[in-house]
């Protein structure tokens, strides 16, 4: 069966840092380019990060960029997102999917997805 699921959200203070973890099940991760999307209430899911299998380029939205880090480690199935001087604005629940390339990460007959992990961000 396959399956990704996603850990290591939670309550953090601004500033503070998360590692957000997807591990998939039943298939394996190397052949596929992996994002990470995020939603928050009321709000449109907006693409977050993704890194791509090919070559493992990475990709990040605007608002990340330079705090957030996206990573793969084969050996174990799982792929990373290190997010540190987190902020308000970062609360959402995160969630982690597959495509074939970044561009069509969640789509189509290879975009799978897991549950979600809630981040929420305050003091």
């Known amino acids: 069966q396959v399956q990704l699921v996603e850990s290591g959200g939670g309550l953090v203070q601004p500033g503070g840092s998360l590692r957000l973890s997807c591990a998939a099940s039943?298939?394996?991760?190397?052949?596929?380019?992996i994002g990470w999307f995020r939603q928050a209430p009321g709000k449109e899911r907006e693409g977050v990060s993704c890194?791509?299998?090919?070559?493992?380029?990475?990709y990040y939205a605007d608002s990340v960029k330079g705090r957030f880090t996206i990573s793969r480690d084969n050996a174990k199935n799982t792929v990373y997102l290190q997010m540190n001087s987190l902020k308000p604005e970062d609360t959402a629940v995160y969630y982690c999917?597959?495509?074939?390339?970044?561009?069509?990460?969640?789509?189509?007959?290879?975009?799978?997805w897991g549950q979600g992990t809630q981040v929420t961000v305050s003091s």
């Open positions: 890194i791509s299998s090919s070559d493992g380029s990475t």
């Open positions: 039943g298939f394996t991760l190397d052949y596929y380019a």
């Open positions: 999917a597959t495509g074939l390339e970044c561009v069509n990460v969640g789509r189509g007959p290879f975009g799978s």
